[in-house]
């Protein structure tokens, strides 16, 4: 089994790639999109020996949105 990536320029292609599929020629599957926040999240558990627990994440999400709130509410 050989791989290739393709672009797809026209709609038309798509179609004709859909159905190859369903003639079981060829099987398409969709890429994992890797968000800047995933490749973030990976960039500090690398430096890190052991991952955030959970809890921890949610006291700093909660720390960074209650500084936004005083910030939002200072300028008002």
């Not at 926040?37 to 430096?47: H, S």
């Amino acid at each position: 089994m050989e791989t290739i990536k393709i672009d797809i320029l026209n709609p038309k292609a798509k179609s004709l790639l859909k159905d190859l599929a369903d003639l079981k020629l060829i099987r398409i599957r969709k890429n994992e999109v890797r968000t800047e926040f995933q490749e973030l999240l990976d960039k500090f558990r690398m430096k890190s020996a052991e991952a955030p627990s959970f809890e921890e994440i949610t006291n700093e999400v909660e720390a960074v949105r209650k500084a936004r709130y005083e910030k939002q509410k200072s300028n008002t």
